[in-house]
């Protein structure tokens, strides 16, 4: 309390504490904190947002070093990390999820949109997302947070939703929500799936351009024997314009990468180092060669990196509904 008797109001810290830095508002928190900011920053992007008008029609009834002071309805905290958003510096750091779901909630209560997407992004990037993938998946759905929601649903997509037990957070989601996330699921482990061809076997254009660096394949320009151990090739695959050739190992891996993707639809299926390891064991015993073995593994995981960003391309098609 001050010498009236009112609540002692203070400045923020900065940078939000110099009302001569052209700042042209005050916005005054629950607290009483004073915070010195730029409209045009906080309008920035964001046609709708509430302080691009914020001072028509008299809505403040106080002025602090000659600047109109604006209440809201928010603390000091939770606005500050709002103001970073909105302001050309790094991220503010969250520590919980209940304080992203504030924080993003006054960015959308005010319209912030420039603000919002960079909260999205941050909120993409943090180890909470993957924490606490179905709080955040509700928490979006239930406010139409699109791109958030999506974010986190392809977080979901490496828990085991297909068994019918508990997860954390599993009580934050409506029956339909789930609905939707086990479609969801469903419909990313179909699209993951590599169409076949019957007579040129797999198709893998996305390897075009790699294949000189995968020393395994032959191309059909080439002897249909191994260059190591010199027996006959018996797995093919196409590009779309060129045919290689190699020993049946890498059917089998994809195979067993394609049966997995369909139980759990996520990039890490092809990075998984038991598939791996199963593959280069394999590959061994078809082409025991010297040359080969000391090379097995390091050219299954460059063709497993390929194969892992393919399937995130594939998945990454698949939308998903929560409106």
């Not at 008797?5 to 005050?26: H, M, Q, T, Y």
Request: hydrophobic fraction near 40%.
């Amino acid at each position: 309390m001050d010498g009236t008797g009112l609540p002692k109001i203070i400045r923020a810290e900065a940078p939000f504490n110099d009302a001569s830095d052209l700042a042209d508002l005050v916005i005054r928190t629950t607290d009483n904190v004073d915070f010195f900011v730029h409209r045009i920053l906080l309008s920035l992007k964001s046609p709708s947002s509430f302080f691009r008008h914020a001072l028509e029609g008299s809505r403040y009834t106080e002025e602090r070093d000659g600047l109109p002071v604006l209440e809201v309805k928010e603390d000091s905290i939770v606005f500050r990390k709002v103001l970073l958003f909105c302001y050309p510096y790094d991220v503010p750091e969250m520590k919980n999820v209940e304080e992203c779901f504030a924080v993003g909630g006054v960015l959308d209560k005010y319209c912030l949109d420039n603000g919002f997407e960079r909260f999205v992004r941050a909120m993409r990037a943090l180890p909470l997302m993957k924490q606490n993938t179905l709080r955040i998946f509700g928490f979006a759905a239930a406010r139409g947070w699109k791109d958030l929601g999506e974010a986190a649903a392809r977080n979901t997509l490496r828990m085991a939703l297909d068994q019918e037990i508990e997860f954390d957070g599993l009580d934050n989601i409506t029956a339909l929500q789930y609905l939707r996330l086990r479609d969801y699921r469903k419909r990313c482990g179909k699209a993951a799936q590599f169409e076949s061809d019957p007579t040129l076997g797999e198709k893998m254009t996305w390897i075009a351009g790699e294949t000189s660096e995968l020393l395994f394949l032959r191309s059909d320009l080439e002897e249909q024997t191994c260059r190591w151990c010199i027996k006959p090739l018996t797995c093919w695959m196409t590009t779309g314009d060129r045919i290689f050739r190699t020993h049946y190992w890498l059917a089998d891996y994809v195979n067993t990468v394609k049966a997995e993707v369909l139980r759990q639809p996520c990039p890490e299926v092809a990075l998984d180092e038991d598939i791996i390891s199963r593959a280069v064991v394999e590959s061994i015993s078809q082409c025991g060669h010297e040359e080969w073995t000391k090379i097995a593994a390091s050219q299954i995981h460059q063709y497993a990196k390929l194969l892992a960003k393919e399937i995130e391309r594939l998945i990454s098609q698949v939308p998903l509904n929560i409106d």
